[in-house]
C-alpha cells in the first residue's frame, strides 16, 4: 500500500476555507486516496474519496493532481466544530476487501 | 440503525488475564476490522476480515486472535494481556464490493496493568 505523507499541523481561521494537503508519490494505478477525520478520541468518521477525478460532497472537496502523487482536502468554511485529526489513506482493493493503513494525520486547529 | 457497535466501552486488565472486545454491524457489511490507537498516534491495522469465515493480518498482529463469527460479529481476543496492550480500539465495516467508505465504532478503552 502507497504511504502518505501530511503536515503535522495547521491552523485555519474560522470561516476560511481549510486546505490539507497530502503527498502520496507511490500511489498506484488502482489505489484510492481516502479521507478520514477523528474528533476528539472518538471514531475516525468518513469524509471523501476518489481515485482521479475531483470529488465534492457536503463536506468537502478533494483535489487530486493530474500525476495523482499528491491531494488536497478543502473544507470551503471551516467552522470549531471542524477541529480535528484529518487522516489521508491510500486503499486498494486486497484480499476480497480494502485495507486502510491511517498515518499520522494533520491535527486542524480552527481558531475563533 | 446503531451502525458499528462495541463492547465493552471501557475495561481495566491485569497482566495476565485474557479477555474479548466484541464488535457488531447491522449495515449487512462484508468487511470488518480491528484496529489500536495509541496516545497521539494513528491507528494502526490489527487484523481485517473480508467476509464471513476469513481473516487476514494487518500491520501490529501479534498478542492477538480474532473471529469471525457471522456477517454481523467480529472479536477481537486477548489470550494474555501485557501492558504494551494499552490502547483504545476501534472496530470498523465496510460494504465492499466497490470502493465504499468504513464505517467505526465508538471505541474500547483497554488499561492493562
Known amino acids: 500500500d502507497a504511504k502518505t505523507t501530511q503536515p503535522p499541523s495547521m491552523d485555519c481561521a474560522e470561516g476560511r476555507a481549510a486546505n490539507l494537503p497530502c503527498n502520496h508519490s507511490t500511489i498506484s494505478g488502482n489505489e484510492y486516496v481516502y479521507w478520514y477525520r477523528q474528533i476528539h478520541s472518538q471514531g475516525p468518521q468518513y469524509i471523501i474519496h476518489?481515485?482521479?477525478n475531483n470529488e465534492t460532497n457536503e463536506m468537502a472537496s478533494l483535489i487530486i493532481t493530474e500525476d495523482r502523487k499528491s491531494s488536497t482536502l478543502i473544507l470551503p468554511h471551516a467552522t470549531l466544530r471542524d477541529t480535528a485529526v484529518y487522516y489521508c489513506i491510500v486503499s486498494r482493493a486486497t484480499s476480497g476487501t480494502y485495507k486502510y493503513i491511517f498515518g499520522t494525520g494533520t491535527r486542524l486547529k480552527v481558531l475563533a | 440503525n446503531a451502525g458499528v457497535t462495541q463492547t465493552p466501552k471501557f475495561q481495566v486488565l491485569k497482566t495476565g488475564q485474557s479477555m474479548t472486545l466484541q464488535c457488531a454491524q447491522d449495515?449487512?457489511?462484508?468487511?470488518m476490522y480491528w484496529y489500536r490507537q495509541d496516545p497521539g498516534m494513528g491507528l494502526r491495522l490489527i487484523y481485517y476480515s473480508a467476509s464471513e469465515g476469513t481473516t487476514d493480518k494487518g500491520e501490529v498482529p501479534n498478542g492477538y486472535n480474532v473471529s469471525r463469527l457471522n456477517k454481523r460479529e467480529f472479536s477481537l481476543r486477548l489470550e494474555s494481556a501485557a501492558p504494551s496492550q494499552t490502547s483504545v480500539y476501534f472496530c470498523a465495516s465496510s460494504r465492499d464490493r466497490d470502493s465504499t467508505e468504513a464505517f467505526f465504532g465508538q471505541g474500547t478503552r483497554l488499561t492493562v496493568v
Open positions: 476518489g481515485l482521479k
Open positions: 449495515m449487512n457489511h462484508n468487511s
